[in-house]
């Protein structure tokens, strides 16, 4: 009874939520080796000495393996020779699946390099069309047909699986409606991670307050969701009173701070929020488990199912398209 | 004869060496208005408070229509707004060329920004497609037709323009070897001027080293242009010794530092090498001129020459494509 009283929520791990996707992924996988015997393979090109690359290369490897993917880590110790590496993997009908372990340069040349990546194997979905359809609310890769899945990032995709795991997304609301009444705050406003993430929830009908460093912006579909897509309306500045304001509003709260020091101040959330961190480093203290009724601490896992799904996708697309080909001509 | 003395090389201005272009860009649009009797349109996208952008922005209308180019600013307060505007740039058949002034955001925003740009439109260069072309030399869209030459950056673009003018290129080796022996430095490395410049620069057979802030790298074709494209050698960490010995040895010297205080060390400068300056701020003071034999301090008349000659090329291959396809059916 007291440890209730004292934890009044529950703690969620990562693992516990990639699980679920498991048996999806191995249907899926069953289904495909009827064309492709071996099943697909993933390549990583891992180029730089970071452990917490070294580390999610290592899951992703055993992830892979447990649920019968071929995986193939490839190391590079010149990150100059990477570029001409990726694109004989793009030319390489065995490979199916392209990730890259970031960073490499730890600058605009990483942006380039995403670019590299073919966009039929970009497994992250990193590649700008992905982004630009993600923005644009764009679901299918081949309108008005809509039979190729537009991909998304794994790492935006995995917050949205959290929550729809979570029963955050409504599912007796339509589908794309399904946050319509809910209010977010994500902490982050990265063109990987950040700013997709805060247009895909409000894509899906949420409230989004993105914050970075600078300013605080709202991300919504509009009063009654009545735009087909997000708009964006600049708050202000950044100022603590503004993110306070924000999340004593909000039922979502997400951080990504890539910072050992940075820890949201527990008193801004309201009793019975949702707090999910995707950051490596830990975003929120212990104390987040007296307010919070639902705490993700780590996002990682989850993140790796969808790549694995993201990467099923791309060859299930490929597959149909072939088949359209076929029967076009 | 003192004056000699003191000053015994030349400075020479953006604007003698854009003028030379005039006439080329005048007689390709006399033959497109054959085609197109408007001639073309090149729409420009504002939406910062920048007064360097502004300028630049009423320099290339200035240009254009001294030229008989129609060119639009469109000022845009919300830059929120700006990607949907693009998106209908981009289907607006009235509409040649689109280019953006830079910052917009002043993030990796403005990268996503770039590729919203359709790359048949993009006359700035910027495309990840002709990015990658550079820097693996190749110089066509349609390999192994090479009907249809590709786009380049127009900064990188103007620096050689300004070396082929400085007859520093040198007409009687084959093309593409044209620095071969030559000897350059290039103080920036981002991914919009720096890195490509110094591609480009080692494809066309020279040594460069490519310096920023972190270390000092080296681009070439390796021994007796061996490679057909760059590669590229860590030297080692940025410091002032390494940075002093590549100088003494470069015949060329080109910088970019976006920032008012930095100032080359002339002292670092081999007698008779040329400088050239891309940054918007003086990177070098006025001792320069002892010491170099060419110095060109500012290189802003140029691109925008190479923005009008890329907008040609546009719509060059848009035309060219149309009849290839003509043929075809």
Avoid at 31 to 36: C, D, G, M, S
Avoid at 55 to 78: F, H, N, V
Avoid at 214 to 229: A, C, D, P, V, Y
């Amino acid at each position: 009874m007291s440890q209730n009283k004292h934890q009044p929520g529950r703690t969620i791990l990562a693992s516990t939520i990639s699980k679920t996707y498991d048996q999806e992924i191995k249907e899926k996988l069953n289904t495909l080796k009827k064309v492709k015997p071996n099943g697909p393979l993933l390549v990583g090109f891992l180029a730089n000495n970071d452990p917490a690359a070294r580390m999610y290369a290592q899951w992703t490897q055993k992830t892979s393996e447990s649920l019968g993917i071929r995986y193939q880590l490839r190391e590079m110790e010149d990150p100059d020779f990477l570029e001409e590496s990726i694109i004989d993997a793009n030319e390489d009908d065995e490979i199916d699946g392209i990730m890259i372990y970031f960073p490499v340069f730890g600058n605009a040349q990483d942006q380039y390099l995403q670019q590299v990546v073919k966009k039929e194997k970009d497994v992250e979905g990193l590649n700008h069309v992905y982004y630009q359809n993600l923005y644009h609310n764009v679901r299918f890769l081949d309108p008005p047909d809509n039979q190729l899945k537009s991909i998304l990032p794994c790492t935006p995709l995995a917050i949205v699986k959290i929550l729809e795991f979570l029963k955050i997304y409504n599912p007796l609301l339509p589908e794309g409606n399904r946050l319509f009444g809910k209010k977010c705050v994500v902490i982050n406003r990265s063109e990987i991670v950040g700013r997709p993430l805060a247009a895909l929830l409000a894509n899906d009908g949420a409230i989004v307050y993105s914050v970075d460093i600078n300013n605080i912006q709202k991300f919504t579909r509009g009063e009654s969701l009545k735009f087909t897509k997000h708009h964006v309306e600049d708050l202000g500045d950044y100022s603590e009173d503004l993110l306070k304001k924000c999340c004593q509003d909000s039922d979502i709260i997400i951080t990504g701070v890539p910072s050992e020091n940075y820890k949201f101040p527990t008193e801004y959330l309201k009793d019975g929020s949702t707090c999910i961190n995707f950051s490596s480093f830990k975003n929120f203290d212990d104390s987040v488990k007296e307010k919070a009724s639902l705490y993700i601490p780590m996002t990682g896992k989850v993140t790796i199912a969808m790549l694995l799904r993201n990467m099923l996708r791309l060859v299930e697309n490929s597959l149909k398209l072939k088949e359209k080909r076929t029967q076009t001509n």
